[in-house]
């Protein structure tokens, strides 16, 4: 994925300040950053669940914001936007599980409704994601009946549903009470290591160390700094 020349608007506000960023495919990259730097932008504009003013982000050779030919830029069609969006699965911070659904009508609603697998195949791909995320035995259970930390490890196991490239995570673990915020933080170790392309907002520092292979730094809407973890976090 590279992020290239991303600025955004909120009215006069720069939410977002010439990003430009290198992600390569299967890496985990995570952003770190005080309150109102522009993390949850940076993560919903890759997403398209806002409008870029300037600049394009390209994953796998599709873009989403503006594409620059010559002096012109053009902006995607919405269809290209759908398809991208099912290659791309966002974990927000307060799991957004439907509560009125199963937790495996919560997992097999997306793949089923896009088209991509029929109700037998996306059940039997919901099992096989309840057991990446340890929860097989919840598949009847519903949502409000499961620990937040439970939601939580289910809404992955909904966003990777799509089989998506890139996974995105705004604070997964900071509306967590603190005992549950391992469980849900071994689930993204996990698939750190299963090939898909991460991209954290966290504050969970040891997990940075841990797990990033690069560590972004945002203050104003700008990145300050990105390089490995001990390159951002040991610096005098
Ligand atoms: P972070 O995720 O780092 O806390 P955000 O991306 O949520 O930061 O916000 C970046 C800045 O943009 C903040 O100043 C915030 O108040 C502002 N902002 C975010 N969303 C909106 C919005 N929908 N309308 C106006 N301002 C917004
Ligand atoms: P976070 O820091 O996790 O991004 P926020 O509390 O900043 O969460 O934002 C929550 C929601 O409110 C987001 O949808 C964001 O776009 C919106 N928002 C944030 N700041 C503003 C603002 N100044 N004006 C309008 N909407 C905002």
Redesign the pocket.
């Known amino acids: 994925m590279e992020i290239n020349n991303l600025s955004k608007y ?1 009215g006069a506000h720069k939410a977002l300040d010439n990003v430009s960023l290198s992600i390569e495919p299967g890496t985990v990259t995570v952003i770190l950053g005080p ?2 730097s522009g993390k ?1 932008t940076l993560l919903r504009t890759i997403n398209h669940l806002e409008r870029v003013d300037e600049g394009f982000i390209q994953i796998d050779g599709d873009y989403i914001g503006y594409r620059r030919k010559g002096d012109t830029l053009y902006e995607l069609k919405e269809r290209a936007i759908l398809k991208q969006r099912t290659h791309v699965g966002y974990v927000f ?1 307060n799991f957004n599980l439907f509560p009125h659904m199963t937790v495996l009508d919560n997992i097999i609603e997306a793949p089923v409704v896009h088209g991509l697998l029929n109700r037998k195949q996306a059940i039997a791909r919901a099992y096989e994601l309840l057991d990446t995320v340890g929860l097989r035995e919840k598949a009847h259970a519903w949502p409000r009946h499961l620990s937040g930390g439970q939601q939580q490890r289910i809404a992955i196991a909904r966003a990777l549903a799509l089989n998506p490239k890139v996974m995105l995570f ?2 997964p673990t900071s509306a967590l009470d603190p005992e549950l915020v391992g469980e849900v933080l071994d689930v993204i170790k996990k698939l750190a290591q299963s090939g898909v392309t991460l991209v954290v907002v966290t504050h969970e520092i040891g997990f940075a160390r841990q797990v990033a292979d690069q560590v972004v730094f945002m203050v104003d809407g700008a990145v300050v700094e990105s390089g490995s973890a001990t390159q951002v976090l040991d610096r005098p």
């Open positions: 909120y309150s109102g949850s911070q705004d604070e």
